[in-house]
């Protein structure tokens, strides 16, 4: 039969320009945010956190924006490559950081 | 390789049959997660241990149980098996409760 598969918000961008990637989280409580990389096939990776008392950290090739006021999130990958392609998925948790609520995800393919 | 391992990486089953997921977190990792990640939901938390302890439930259905050894590996029984269920389990492990997770390579159940 056929199968139902979860309707992803999908990127395209060319290899060497940034992307973004957004996310709305749904809890003002949250206070632990943290960006996961999914390549077919394999698990979760971690890239980059940030707690709520921060508007911005950079890693390396990679910028998380937090904004609470608007409960929104994005990811900026500078200089995208081939590699970066994957389905990138937000989290957020509580203080108690027992629950990770993770969203449903953004399918980002880079075009060589 | 996020140093956490799961076993099998693949479960092909029937319905009504019962199976036992295996995770081993990386050294030092005091707590586990576990997540379903299907198709139509996905990536759904289920349950969470720290040093032993169940310390949070997510979307865990009655006929699924988990728990945590003295050696910090974790299982994750699934019983009265449905089609349904058939999906990704993928477990992670943090140092903290609060800190990243560092996901396995999940175990792919098929139930026909």
């Known amino acids: 039969g056929e199968s139902v598969g979860l309707h992803l918000p999908t990127l395209s961008v060319q290899e060497g320009d940034n992307s973004i990637i957004n996310c709305a989280y749904s809890?003002?409580?949250?206070?632990?945010f943290i960006w996961y990389k999914q390549e077919s096939g394999k698990g979760p990776q971690f890239i980059i956190d940030i707690r709520s008392n921060m508007d911005k950290r950079q890693g390396q090739r990679v910028t998380v924006l937090l904004n609470k006021t608007v409960k929104h999130l994005s990811l900026q990958i500078a200089a995208t490559q081939p590699g970066d392609s994957a389905v990138y998925f937000c989290a957020e948790t509580l203080n108690t950081g027992n629950q990770f609520y993770f969203g449903t995800g953004t399918s980002l393919t880079v075009i060589p | 390789d996020s140093g956490v391992t799961q076993t099998p990486k693949h479960l092909i089953t029937a319905t009504g049959q019962r199976v036992t997921l295996r995770c081993s977190p990386r050294s030092g990792d005091l707590s586990v997660y576990w997540y379903q990640q299907s198709l139509d939901q996905g990536l759904q938390f289920l349950i969470q241990y720290y040093n032993g302890e169940e310390r949070a439930k997510g979307n865990i259905l009655e006929r699924f149980s988990a728990q945590q050894f003295p050696d910090l590996h974790s299982e994750l029984n699934l019983s009265s098996l449905e089609l349904g269920d058939s999906a990704l389990y993928f477990c992670?492990?943090?140092?903290?409760?609060?800190?990243?997770?560092?996901f396995g390579p999940g175990t792919r159940l098929t139930v026909l």
């Open positions: 809890n003002s409580a949250s206070d632990y």
């Open positions: 992670a492990s943090s140092v903290e409760e609060d800190r990243e997770q560092f």
